[in-house]
């Protein structure tokens, strides 16, 4: 089974850059490429995602025009470059890889591999 590895979180202040990066066990060609998060006390929610079967990026209201997605098909890597940000964005950051369709790729339930998450803190 896939395994996927997170890193590049940290303490940032508000405003500031960070670059998360996932590392898959195996080939990604295939799936689709997500990034979750968990505040603390608060539910994990959808942020980016990148299609493998029409290359089309998603994102997040919250998070659309501050973070960029990417996957790297010949280094099974996908990164999440992330700017401007906000005490919100402070969460645990996950990976996750799975086949969904459209309609589904924002939901938890659609992805099958998931990495452990990477603390991402932002101070003000």
């Known amino acids: 089974q896939m395994r996927l590895v997170e890193s590049g979180g940290g303490l940032v202040q508000t405003g500031g850059s960070l670059r998360l990066s996932c590392a898959a066990s195996?080939?990604?060609?295939?799936?689709?490429l997500a990034w979750f998060r968990q505040a603390p006390g608060k539910e994990r929610e959808f942020v980016a995602a990148?299609?493998?079967?029409?290359?089309?990026?998603y994102y997040a209201d919250s998070v659309k025009g501050r973070f960029t997605i990417s996957r790297n098909n010949a280094e099974n890597t996908i990164s999440l470059q992330m700017v401007s940000l906000k005490s919100e964005d402070t969460a645990i950051y996950y990976c996750?890889?799975?086949?969904?369709?459209?309609?589904?790729?924002?939901?938890?339930?659609?992805?099958?591999?998931w990495g452990q998450g990477t603390q991402v803190t932002v101070s003000s």
């Open positions: 195996e080939q990604i060609s295939g799936y689709t």
């Open positions: 996750a890889a799975g086949r969904p369709i459209v309609s589904t790729l924002r939901m938890i339930s659609a992805y099958t591999t």
């Open positions: 990148t299609r493998w079967t029409n290359g089309n990026l």
